[in-house]
């Protein structure tokens, strides 16, 4: 019996330890977190009437507004003024209360609370504060207010408030000619300052990103002198400088005394933002190439959207430059996958980068579009979507450069290469003597190593010529290539020094064991024919020296001339430079 007394003791203990913990847990969780509070609003549209506070708090206790149980945030493009309250109750635990259903409340602990409307681009917002039906505060927020006339130094129009009274009412007014997003943020200051944080991380990384790939591809740029560096970079700079107008930023911190700047720089940017995608996908996809049609349209589609521009301005409605930009923004978003689809299809390798990428940024672009416009379900990561689609987009695109400047650094190796190359032998050329020898030459010359040279040339070359053809000729040309490849060492270098003269400097050599693998060349070639054809002799000239008594040049020429008394001598044999003999 006592045994059961305290195992249900027990668990009595730990079922109310459990509840206190959850309690607390979700009093803490409260605490910390700001509420969107956009569910327990009462709605009214208000449609060329000009009402007051008074009208609209009149309306809410004659249960005259709508219910917007579903948390509707997004009006979308709209000329009504849009007016929310929201029902605030200090109950008898001491939680205000903000709730449309009864069933589910919002428990907030009884703090100072801020209210933000987290959107930088409205307009004008007014809240009106009631206690007990009476009107006891009326801020002014949003674009039409400089950042010194507002009630807090913040990106996004907000104001602390202390609920003192058991009933408040919150009435908000919206009007704005961009489009209505009004999501409303309630939490108390601690709440209101880990949102705050997590916004700068959030922006500090984004942005921290865009300007390292901006500053990365402005430098391959000022390198390669390459167009679509630049290009790219006017594109990443464009969304980066727009996104800093739309979400507040730039308000913020650089115009924040300018109503003016803020209300017409948003959509400024936009067209840039715009132009600079148009123009950086005509660059980037290589369309003279790939997609000639398109590039030879290129200047009318550039001039069309000069046309629109020249629209916006005389039409003067700020509503109709975002609404008109954003539709067109959509279309071109469509377009930039379908050219990309195009160009991969013709053959544009850095269109398998493009398309991806292409896909994550208007991916992006249309979440955030979406729930602008209110069709699909408001939250903070779907606001944000463009930005983590951009970002993503950007990444992509910066990664294709890179590939592309590795293509381009490949293909100038390839070029210099084969600029130093015989295309028939694929042994060095004359030009690329210089380059490889000079370097070993001056190193040997300090550390007094010795260097030789050996000079060969196919006896009776013309005659191949003459009795077989220049197909035969060529063979033999590679054949003989081959066959000194085989016979010097790995660390000697061969060249194809004229029309049937090869050259082979072979460093760190003694000229009489170059002398040495002269004559075993000579006898290897004598006994094999080419193609079981033409039968192959070679005459040679060697010479060496120390590089502290000649210059390179001079030893080359003692070769050559004992090249010219092997040929004297009856060809088919190997001469020694000897430098009193030949040069004096």
Same mark, same amino acid.
């Given at each position: 019996m006592r045994a059961f007394l305290f195992f249900t003791g027990f668990v009595l203990m730990n079922c109310l330890a459990g509840g206190l913990v959850h309690v607390y847990a979700k009093e803490t969780a409260s605490i910390k977190k700001m509420h969107l509070v956009n569910s327990s609003l009462w709605i009214f549209e208000e449609d060329g009437n000009a009402l007051s506070a008074e009208d609209i708090l009149y309306k809410y206790e004659q249960e005259l507004l709508e219910t917007n149980a579903e948390g509707r945030v997004s009006y979308?493009?709209?000329?009504?003024?849009?007016?929310?309250?929201?029902?605030?109750? &200090?109950?008898? =635990?001491?939680?205000?209360?903000? $709730?449309?259903? !009864?069933?589910?409340?919002?428990?907030?602990?009884? @703090?100072? +609370?801020?209210?933000?409307?987290?959107?930088?681009?409205?307009?004008?917002?007014?809240?009106?504060?009631?206690?007990?039906?009476?009107?006891?505060?009326?801020?002014?927020?949003?674009?039409?207010?400089?950042?010194?006339?507002?009630?807090?130094?913040?990106?996004?129009?907000?104001?602390?408030?202390?609920?003192?009274?058991?009933?408040?009412?919150?009435?908000?007014?919206?009007?704005?000619?961009?489009?209505?997003?009004?999501?409303?943020?309630?939490?108390?200051?601690?709440?209101?300052?880990?949102?705050?944080?997590?916004?700068?991380?959030?922006?500090?990384?984004?942005?921290?990103?865009?300007?390292? &790939?901006?500053? =990365?591809?402005?430098?391959?740029? $000022?390198?390669? !002198?390459?167009?679509?560096?630049?290009?790219?970079? @006017?594109? +990443?700079?464009?969304?980066?400088?727009?996104?800093?107008?739309?979400?507040?930023?730039?308000?913020?911190?650089?115009?924040?005394?300018?109503?003016?700047?803020?209300q017409w720089l948003m959509p400024a940017f936009m067209f840039l933002y715009l132009f600079s995608a148009v123009r950086f996908?005509?660059?980037?996809?290589?369309?003279?190439?790939?997609?000639?049609?398109?590039?030879?349209?290129?200047?009318?589609?550039?001039?069309?959207?000069?046309?629109?521009?020249?629209?916006?301005?005389?039409?003067?409605?700020?509503?109709?430059?975002?609404?008109?930009?954003?539709?067109?923004?959509?279309?071109?978003?469509?377009?930039?996958?379908?050219?990309?689809?195009?160009?991969?299809?013709?053959?544009?390798?850095?269109?398998?980068?493009?398309?991806?990428?292409? +896909?994550?940024?208007?991916?992006?672009?249309?979440?955030?579009?979406l729930a602008t416009w209110g069709l699909i379900p408001y939250?903070?990561?779907?606001?944000?979507?463009?930005?983590?689609?951009?970002?993503?987009?950007?990444?992509?695109?910066?990664?294709?450069?890179a590939f592309n400047y590795k293509?381009?650094?490949?293909?100038?190796?390839?070029?210099?290469?084969?600029?130093?190359l015989d295309p028939l032998t694929s042994l060095y050329n004359r030009r690329a003597f210089e380059d490889l020898v000079y370097p070993i030459w001056e190193l040997g010359k300090r550390s007094n190593k010795f260097m030789s040279v050996i000079l060969i040339d196919i006896d009776w070359f013309k005659s191949i010529n003459d009795k077989y053809g220049h197909d035969m000729g060529d063979k033999v040309l590679k054949k003989v290539a081959e066959e000194i490849k085989c016979q010097v060492r790995a660390s000697d270098i061969t060249f194809r020094w004229g029309g049937e003269e090869f050259l082979v400097f072979l460093p760190n050599t003694r000229v009489q064991y170059a002398k040495q693998i002269a004559e075993n060349l000579r006898m290897h070639l004598f006994a094999h024919d080419i193609n079981k054809l033409v039968s192959v002799t070679v005459s040679i000239g060697v010479a060496g020296t120390s590089p502290g008594d000649e210059d390179v040049d001079i030893l080359i020429k003692g070769a050559d001339q004992a090249l010219y008394l092997a040929k004297a001598r009856g060809r088919n044999k190997v001469v020694l430079w000897n430098e009193g003999e030949f040069l004096r």
């Open positions: 979308g493009f709209t000329n009504k003024t849009v007016w929310g309250v929201l029902p605030v109750s &200090l109950n008898t =635990y001491g939680f205000l209360v903000t $709730s449309v259903s !009864k069933d589910s409340p919002i428990n907030i602990p009884f @703090l100072p +609370l801020k209210i933000e409307i987290d959107n930088a681009w409205l307009d004008d917002i007014d809240i009106y504060f009631f206690e007990n039906g009476v009107s006891k505060r009326h801020v002014k927020l949003g674009d039409n207010q400089v950042h010194s006339a507002r009630f807090e130094n913040a990106r996004m129009p907000s104001i602390f408030y202390r609920f003192t009274q058991p009933e408040t009412i919150l009435i908000f007014r919206f009007s704005t000619q961009d489009p209505m997003t009004i999501p409303v943020f309630v939490g108390p200051p601690v709440a209101a300052k880990n949102k705050s944080i997590e916004n700068a991380y959030f922006y500090g990384a984004l942005y921290g990103a865009l300007i390292i &790939l901006l500053v =990365y591809n402005l430098v391959l740029y $000022s390198y390669l !002198k390459e167009k679509r560096y630049l290009l790219y970079s @006017l594109y +990443l700079f464009s969304f980066l400088i727009f996104n800093f107008t739309y979400t507040g930023h730039g308000f913020w911190w650089v115009w924040s005394e300018s109503v003016l700047s803020q996908t005509i660059e980037f996809l290589n369309t003279q190439h790939y997609l000639p049609r398109l590039y030879r349209s290129r200047k009318y589609i550039y001039g069309a959207l000069g046309v629109l521009a020249v629209v916006i301005v005389i039409i003067g409605s700020r509503s109709f430059a975002v609404m008109s930009q954003l539709a067109i923004l959509t279309t071109i978003a469509l377009w930039m996958l379908f050219i990309g689809a195009f160009a991969y299809r013709n053959g544009d390798t850095l269109a398998k980068f493009f398309l991806p990428a292409v +896909l994550c940024g208007t991916g992006g672009a249309t979440v955030s579009s939250s903070t990561w779907a606001f944000r979507a463009i930005e983590i689609g951009m970002v993503l987009e950007m990444s992509l695109l910066s990664i294709s450069l293509q381009v650094q490949q293909a100038r190796r390839n070029a210099e290469r084969d600029a130093r």
